[in-house]
C-alpha cells in the first residue's frame, strides 16, 4: 500500500511540477510579447520620425497619481538614507522608522519598513562599536609600543640573562651525568 501511495504522491509532485513549468512558461511568453509589441512600437515611431513625419509620441506616466496601499507582502520603495557619516545615516533611518509609524493604522508594509529601518539602524550602531573599540585597541597598542620601546632593552636583558642561567644549570647537570650533587658527610669515629 505504500508503494502505491508513494507512487500517488511522486505523480503527484509531477503534476504541480508540470503545471508550476507551464505557469511560468505562460508569464514568459507574456512578457516577451509585451515587450515586442512595445519595442515595435518605440521602432515604428523612431522610423516615423526619420521620415520627417512628426506625429506626437505618447509618453506613459509610470508613477500613478493617486497613493496606493500595500498589502501584506509588499515593502515600500525607499531611497537608502545614507549621511556623510555613520552617525547622520542612523538618523536618517531613525527618521525612516518614525515616518513609517507615523501613520493612525500602519500596515504590515509600514511593520516591514520600520523592522528593516531598525536593523539598518543596529547594523550601523555595531559598526560604530566596532569602530571605536578598534580604536581604543590601536590607542592601547601604541601605547604598548612605546613602552617597549622605552623599556625594551633592559627587559631583553632580563629575558637573556634568564635564559642564559637556565641554560648553565642544564649543562652544568649534563657535565654531572644528570646526578645531583650529594653532600659529603664527615664521619668520624
Do not use: C
Amino acid at each position: 500500500m505504500n508503494a502505491v501511495m508513494g507512487f500517488a504522491s511522486a505523480a503527484e509532485q509531477l503534476q504541480r511540477y508540470d503545471a508550476v513549468r507551464r505557469k511560468n512558461a505562460e508569464n514568459a511568453y507574456e512578457r516577451q510579447t509585451e515587450f515586442r509589441e512595445q519595442a515595435q512600437k518605440t521602432k515604428d515611431d523612431l522610423v516615423a520620425l526619420l521620415r520627417g513625419n512628426s506625429q506626437p509620441i505618447e509618453k506613459l506616466e509610470e508613477t500613478p497619481n493617486d497613493f496606493q496601499k500595500l498589502g501584506a507582502g509588499q515593502v515600500k520603495n525607499i531611497s537608502i538614507p545614507l549621511g556623510n557619516n555613520l552617525d547622520e545615516t542612523i538618523e536618517l533611518w531613525r527618521d525612516v522608522r518614525k515616518e513609517a509609524y507615523s501613520e493612525v493604522a500602519p500596515t504590515t508594509a509600514d511593520y516591514q519598513l520600520a523592522s528593516k529601518a531598525s536593523a539598518k539602524i543596529t547594523q550601523a550602531e555595531l559598526q560604530v562599536a566596532l569602530h571605536n573599540r578598534a580604536k581604543t585597541i590601536h590607542d592601547q597598542m601604541k601605547a604598548v609600543d612605546k613602552n617597549v620601546v622605552t623599556d625594551g632593552p633592559s627587559r631583553m636583558q632580563q629575558q637573556y640573562s634568564h635564559a642564559f642561567s637556565i641554560y648553565q644549570v642544564q649543562s652544568q647537570a649534563k657535565l654531572n651525568q644528570y646526578q645531583m650533587d650529594q653532600p659529603q658527610l664527615n664521619v668520624s669515629v
